[in-house]
């Protein structure tokens, strides 16, 4: 099935024929592992809607929607129109524009601890300034995260990313792991690692770092520990020992903005000092931004007597992502909010349905628009739960591959699905449909597990 849809021709030319050339030029053949897949990855010709098109001329449904950064799905009329417009006047000047500000006026009237915003061109880059300024804020050096969290490649954010049974260590001082290969020590040294939603051992785990910790980092449904909320009372005690202890409480919206209108932070009574942003509010374009409190962001205002975290950026702010992120985000209105995320309600209720029916151990977390399957009966509560086995993630990659093949569905390689505006209840009928076909296609694989 696989070999005849590879070689498949449009225009003349296969996937296989331009990974060929790919892997001559780019390491792996790619230029982000995300998109590999065995035994190559696929091409895409065209993208409208909630539809990618590949060069084969088979038409896909997108539930990935380029790792939830496509709140409107692809190509939408308003952001094409608006973007072809600004490209005709420039994209890309040493010298400000009005889109940037209208952008910037757009976000900060939307939540409302975010006072100042800056923008910059990546998660990874929003994150890292965040901590930066963390630190230039406080003059600490250390920043606490949970295990397993993914915040981007910033050395410190990545610590412990994908710490295993055989690293993690004791539950109440978990080891910090370095991701790559080379990492300074001093990286680790740096950065305490606490079980998400953990309270007590995670007030302890800061407790004996309490001098040194500029910001402790959280993601409010972190995808990779499990896509589960974090409860009141753990963002409530981080929020109350960040106060005690002259520390920064940060959160990483970068993929949870999307949950709620201000963002998933609005789910909670207390509020961060800084949020990092990128993903949706980049309109389909390359994006990040750092957003807070008046007092910290100053930290990199250039007119302050002492600017004590200097940033730039030569494609920060660029008018192409502003403008797209501005008619993005003025398109996801409260309204729209809360349609997508009654559409992955349903969509939950009626995968819960396929698994019962199919009766496999499986569970569904999420929040808001977004939610991932799990191999495992009952509903994932710790990273140290989820962390799969060979034999699990050769399920995961059975179920995806049965999907984008034989259904024409693509889903996040996680097993999660983040929702654009452009689905329909129709597209989410095939897909509850296909999973119950591919949960009975990877049964006896699931039962053997066990
Ligand atoms: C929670 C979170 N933080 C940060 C990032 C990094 O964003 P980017 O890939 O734009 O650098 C990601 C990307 O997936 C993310 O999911």
């Known amino acids: 099935m696989k070999t005849q849809i590879?070689?498949?021709?449009?225009?003349?030319?296969?996937?296989?024929?331009?990974?060929?050339?790919?892997?001559?030029?780019?390491t792996g053949?790619?230029?982000?592992?995300?998109?590999?897949?065995?035994?190559?990855?696929?091409?895409?010709?065209?993208?409208?809607?909630?539809?990618?098109?590949?060069?084969s001329g088979i038409e896909r449904i997108d539930f990935a929607n380029n790792m939830a950064s496509l709140i409107h799905g692809h190509s939408h009329?308003?952001?094409?129109?608006?973007?072809?417009?600004?490209?005709?006047?420039?994209?890309?000047?040493?010298?400000?524009?009005?889109?940037?500000?209208?952008?910037?006026?757009?976000?900060?009237?939307?939540?409302?601890?975010?006072?100042?915003?800056?923008?910059?061109?990546?998660?990874?880059?929003?994150?890292?300034?965040?901590?930066?300024a963390s630190r230039a804020y406080t003059g600490k050096p250390k920043i606490a995260k949970a295990e397993g969290a993914y915040h981007g490649t910033y050395d410190y954010a990545e610590v412990s990313q994908t710490a295993n049974p055989?690293?993690?260590?004791?539950?109440?001082?978990?080891?910090?792991?370095?991701?790559?290969?080379?990492?300074?020590?001093?990286?680790?040294?740096?950065?305490?690692?606490?079980?998400?939603?953990?309270?007590?051992?995670t007030l302890a785990l800061l407790d004996q770092n309490a001098d040194q910790i500029a910001c402790v980092l959280i993601d409010l449904v972190p995808h990779r520990i499990g896509m589960f909320r974090a409860s009141s009372e753990f963002v409530e005690a981080i929020y109350n020992w960040t106060r005690k202890n002259n520390a920064l409480?940060?959160?990483?919206e970068v993929i949870t903005y999307r949950v709620n209108y201000a963002g998933a932070q609005d789910s909670y009574s207390v509020k961060p000092d800084l949020t990092a942003l990128g993903k949706i509010i980049g309109g389909g374009f390359p994006v990040g931004a750092v957003a807070g409190k008046d007092e910290i962001m100053k930290?990199?205002?250039?007119?302050?007597?002492?600017?004590?975290?200097?940033?730039?950026?030569?494609?920060?702010?660029?008018?192409?992502?502003?403008?797209?992120?501005?008619?993005?985000?003025?398109?996801?209105?409260e309204q729209a909010v809360l349609d997508l995320n009654a559409l992955a309600?349903?969509?939950?209720?009626?995968?819960?349905?396929?698994?019962?029916?199919?009766?496999?151990?499986?569970?569904?977390?999420?929040?808001?628009?977004?939610?991932?399957?799990?191999?495992?009966?009952?509903?994932?509560?710790?990273?140290?739960?989820?962390?799969?086995?060979?034999a699990a993630k050769t399920i995961i990659n059975e179920l995806l591959d049965y999907l984008f093949f034989e259904e024409n569905i693509i889903m996040i390689n996680t097993l999660a699905c983040m929702f654009a505006t452009t689905l329909t209840q129709n597209n989410v009928d095939q897909l509850?449909?296909?999973?119950?076909?591919?949960?009975?296609?990877?049964?006896?694989m699931i039962e053997q597990l066990s």
């Open 345 to 390: 309600m349903t969509a939950r209720n009626q995968i819960e349905e396929s698994i019962k029916i199919s009766d496999v151990p499986l569970s569904i977390t999420g929040a808001g628009s977004m939610f991932r399957i799990h191999l495992q009966e009952n509903a994932p509560t710790s990273y140290r739960e989820i962390n799969q086995t060979k």
């Open 77 to 132: 009329p308003a952001i094409v129109e608006a973007v072809t417009e600004q490209l005709k006047k420039g994209t890309a000047f040493t010298m400000g524009t009005e889109a940037e500000v209208s952008f910037a006026e757009l976000l900060t009237s939307r939540s409302s601890g975010f006072e100042k915003i800056r923008f910059m061109n990546s998660g990874t880059e929003a994150v890292m300034t965040m901590i930066k």
């Open 249 to 252: 409480m940060v959160f990483d």
């Open 432 to 444: 509850s449909e296909a999973l119950l076909r591919g949960f009975k296609k990877v049964k006896p």
């Open 299 to 333: 930290v990199l205002d250039p007119t302050e007597k002492i600017l004590r975290h200097p940033h730039s950026g030569t494609f920060s702010a660029n008018p192409v992502t502003m403008t797209a992120g501005r008619i993005a985000m003025e398109l996801f209105d």
């Open 166 to 201: 055989g690293n993690w260590g004791d539950i109440d001082h978990p080891n910090a792991v370095p991701l790559v290969q080379g990492t300074p020590q001093g990286v680790m040294d740096d950065v305490v690692i606490f079980p998400y939603n953990d309270v007590e051992r």
């Open 29 to 55: 053949g790619v230029s982000r592992n995300t998109i590999y897949r065995k035994p190559h990855p696929y091409y895409v010709a065209s993208a409208n809607g909630s539809f990618i098109t590949d060069i």
């Open 6 to 26: 590879a070689d498949q021709k449009l225009n003349g030319t296969s996937h296989e024929e331009i990974y060929n050339r790919a892997v001559k030029v780019l």
